[in-house]
């Protein structure tokens, strides 16, 4: 078959519905509804003639055929991306898609840069096109050495071979308890036992969990894969559990969270700019990668 621009459109909503894990899903990430996502879906099909996923009461289900056409998606899509990057690169212009996958929250952070950084390169050109994909920490980097992002910003106790990881900052995550919680005002004496009784949420987005040995209860009745998960547990007032501080603060200001024994409960995380090592170096991805190191510095 033939591609055209049409088609080109049909397949990123196919790839995004197929990344959101289904069509409702999709709907954020989109910015469309769930109507047209599935009007969308169907034209396609007809299209390839082909049933690419399964969708109904029995949920989202993708089928082989859309499997195939996902993956096929995804490098055509990269090599239109590529295609565009190396013409705007033979005329030094910056014009194109910055992808960026980053961990929650970091918006939060009075350190980060990523929206000076995108401030800037939007000042110097026009001709731009922004996209920015929150994920959990693993995928930061499974998007970059993919091709789905140009750059992740993330942590990383285990470096990927193939991935260049830049040191931006460091991210202090202190130990919370809700005002809800015994803890919040007890004496000093009373403190380690509860702290021996007191659950703690085991969160999946934390990659360093084995490195604190803190002796606390890690009985995984509570599981978190986000920050906003583990605010909910810990404001419940039943869990204990790390946050970072700069996110953490705005419920701190307001007497609902309290450190607990800050000086010995706290770890730090670097957060890191991460780049494919061996990508292909346009004028676009060598100014994104500048400006968020340059953002970074002067924060």
């Known amino acids: 078959m033939q591609i055209h621009d049409v088609d080109l459109k049909l397949l990123r909503i196919f790839v995004a519905i197929v990344e959101s894990g289904g069509l409702s899903a999709a709907e954020s990430r989109l910015n469309i509804g769930r109507s047209t996502i599935s009007a969308h879906l169907s034209d396609l099909e007809i299209r390839l003639g082909l049933t690419l996923c399964k969708r109904g009461r029995s949920g989202f289900e993708i089928t082989e ?13 990269r090599q239109c991306e590529a295609f565009a990057a190396t013409v705007a690169s033979s005329k030094n212009e910056l014009t194109g898609r910055v992808t960026i996958a ?14 000076k950084a995108i401030a800037a390169l939007r000042d110097k050109s026009d001709s731009i096109q922004f996209e920015i994909n929150v994920c959990e920490a693993r995928e930061v980097e499974t998007s970059v050495i993919s091709g789905r992002s140009m750059v992740g910003l993330g942590v990383s106790r285990h470096p990927i071979r193939g991935l260049n990881y830049y040191p931006l900052q460091n991210e202090v995550n202190y130990l919370y308890c809700s005002s809800e919680h015994p803890l919040f005002d007890c004496d000093d004496n009373a403190r380690e036992a509860l702290l021996k009784e007191a659950e703690i949420v085991s969160s999946h987005y934390q990659r360093d969990k084995e490195t604190r040995n803190d002796g606390l209860n890690y009985q995984n009745t509570a599981t978190a894969y986000h920050d906003q998960g583990i605010a909910h547990m810990v404001l419940s007032g039943r869990f204990i559990g790390y946050l970072p501080e700069h996110y953490a603060n705005q419920w701190v200001e307001k007497g609902q969270l309290k450190a607990i024994l800050p000086e010995r409960y706290h ?3 670097p957060v890191m700019l991460i780049t494919l090592k061996n990508a292909v170096s346009t004028p676009l991805i060598k100014e994104l990668i500048s400006e968020l190191k340059r953002c970074h510095a002067n924060l």
């Not at 055929?65 to 899509?77: D, F, K, M, N, V």
């Not at 980053?102 to 929206?115: A, E, F, K």
């Open 65 to 77: 055929p859309g499997r195939i056409t996902y993956q096929a998606s995804l490098e055509l899509l």
């Open 267 to 269: 770890y730090e995380i």
């Open 102 to 115: 980053t961990i929650d929250n970091l918006v939060n952070d009075p350190r980060c840069g990523i929206s």
